[in-house]
């Protein structure tokens, strides 16, 4: 994204490609260290859903290297095409039906669903070009209680929905179920002694 485009400035702004009515933009996530924000929220118009994503999702990331000009109408123009949009949105983790970049997951906070602060997100596990886990570093204090190491991979499939206001991912289970999960157990490589 060019310098001179302040999220501020694209807020509520209808993005397109080409003469294709993609979305709008509604938010970034806040972070303190402004480097690290790569993507825009983009709430994702029904038939671009449709067509464009293997399973409609209503709002994904839009990166910002990809806003080229703002068009005479105060639209955001792209300088990709709908199948280079098609391509990053394969490239993202679906939570509660929505498509998340990497960037926007790094350094939340992940709660079990019972309040408990697990860690927080330092990297993803990828399995055959799919996001498959969420690497956190733990807390010393469960690394105890449940003899976890310091670092573990959650299944991405157990990432129930996102906080905006307090930057957390939360669990669909409690701590204790997760790791007795067979996916858990399979991405964190632990044999089990019969």
């Not at 933009?25 to 825009?40: A, L």
């Not at 498959?132 to 299944?155: D, M, S």
């Amino acid at each position: 994204m060019s310098e001179e485009y302040r999220i501020q400035e694209l807020l509520q702004r209808e993005v397109y490609v080409g003469d294709t009515l993609v979305g709008i933009i509604t938010g970034e996530r806040s972070h303190p260290r402004d480097e690290f924000v790569k993507s825009m929220r983009l709430e994702v118009v029904d038939n671009v859903a449709g067509e464009f994503m293997r399973k409609p999702a209503g709002a994904a990331p839009l990166s910002k290297e990809l806003v080229h000009s703002i068009r005479p109408d105060g639209g955001v123009k792209l300088s990709k095409s709908m199948r280079e949009l098609q391509r990053r949105w394969r490239n993202t983790i679906r939570i509660d039906e929505q498509l998340w970049a990497p960037d926007e997951l790094l350094d939340r906070a992940v709660m079990d669903n019972d309040g408990i602060d697990l860690g927080n997100v330092i990297g993803f596990m990828k399995v055959k070009r799919t996001y498959r886990g969420v690497i956190i570093n733990t807390h010393a204090i469960l690394r105890r209680k449940y003899q976890l190491p310091e670092q573990i991979v959650i299944p991405v499939k157990q990432l129930a929905r996102t906080t905006s206001f307090l930057d957390e991912l939360i669990l669909r289970c409690t701590a204790n179920r997760l790791v007795t999960l067979p996916s858990y157990i399979a991405l964190n490589g632990i044999d089990t002694v019969e």
